[in-house]
């Protein structure tokens, strides 16, 4: 993966945050770059889920397949061919880029356009939501369609004019029957090849971690190795939720193996720890029927740390006299033999 894909997924994660649980998204995430880079002019990637399953460029200028399954190559009956609807958005840009160049007077400098789009589709197949966003230098959002079956929302942004109301009216027309049910084919295509990977269960695994810090303990909540991203992770004391703003961490990271991670640290004060507390943590994912959960109980685990900590300390004055004992008589010895040869 190039440098610019993985910019661009990062971007992706940071847009794309609302797709439950028990749903599966398609989105293509489109750049037109205007200046002196290293990049083509124009790039599109798009994502089934988290797997990334196309990429186009304005260099190359066809369509390369990618995802896990490599066992089939894809021909246009299972996967419909979007190419030209690829180029549609390059030109698209294009064109903008002359309006957003007029509008501030660019000249020189580097110009970004991004453009996403994509849908979402329930576990039982039904459409979920079809979304269109413009962004325009990475800052502001403009002109942007949400149509999530039963509504469409349409917001013209404030950087160019708007449409009026017939363009407006086609592109509505174009949503509805042609990039949503377009859409819904290909991500269900995808979901098809792709299944051994994005219809994956993997459990999480759970810890408790305790690690000192000034002024007292940090008490962190580790969920890994779980397929989807999606998780709920909860840390309770005396079993109450803690307030998320008394937490820290909370992101879903990926760890570089196709699973996720997710960790939510508590700091516990050296106070608090003397009280007697029950420190819990437990997680609800797509793979299991039940929580998982651990659960750590503060004030008890002191006593009874000083308590081995003491035993430690004796054990170890047992051995160190054991061994100084031992070094005494052995030098006793070897003096003794000494002696007996020099006479
Ligand atoms: C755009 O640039 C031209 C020429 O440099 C200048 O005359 C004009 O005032 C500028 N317009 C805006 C809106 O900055
Ligand atoms: C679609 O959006 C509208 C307005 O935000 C909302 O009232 C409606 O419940 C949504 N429908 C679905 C199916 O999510
Ligand atoms: C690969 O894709 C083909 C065609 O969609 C599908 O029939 C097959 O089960 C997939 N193989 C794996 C290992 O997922
Ligand atoms: C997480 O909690 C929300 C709200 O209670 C629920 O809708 C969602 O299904 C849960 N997700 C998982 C993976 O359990």
Known sequence: ????????????????????????????????????????????????????????????????????????????????????????????????????????????????????????????????????????NAISVDHAIFYNITHYTYDPGKLLLGWDGIRQAVERSLVENVYLPLCIKSLKAWLKREKNVVMRKVAPRLRLIKKDVS???????????????????????????????????????????????????????????????QYSCTASHLSLDNKLDVSWKSGAERVHLSILSALLVIVLIVILLGISICLARRRHRLTDNFTTCKR
């Open 215 to 277: 002024g007292g303990l940090r008490v962190t909540c580790l969920a890994f190795g779980f397929y989807p991203r999606h998780i709920n992770l909860t840390l309770l004391r005396d079993g109450q939720p803690v307030a998320e703003q008394e937490l820290t961490g909370g992101e879903v990271l990926p760890s570089g193996d196709g699973t996720y991670q997710m960790r939510k640290s508590l700091e516990v004060s050296t106070k608090e720890l003397m009280e007697r507390h």
């Open 1 to 136: 993966m190039g440098k610019l894909d993985v910019f661009l997924l990062q971007l992706f994660f940071c847009t794309i945050v609302n797709t439950g649980s028990g749903s599966h998204s398609l989105w293509a995430f489109a750049t037109y770059i205007i200046g002196e880079t290293s990049f083509p002019e124009y790039t599109i990637v798009e994502m089934l889920d988290d797997v990334q399953v196309i990429y186009y460029d304005s260099n190359d200028k066809h369509t390369v397949y990618r995802g896990h399954n490599t066992t089939h190559k894809i021909n246009s009956n299972e996967i419909p061919d979007r190419t030209y609807l690829f180029e549609d958005i390059y030109h698209r840009m294009k064109e903008r880029s002359y309006d957003y160049k007029r509008r501030f007077n660019h000249t020189e400098g580097i110009q970004v356009q991004q453009s996403m789009g994509g849908c979402e589709m329930l576990d039982n197949g039904d459409p979920a939501l079809i979304m269109m966003k413009d962004i325009f």
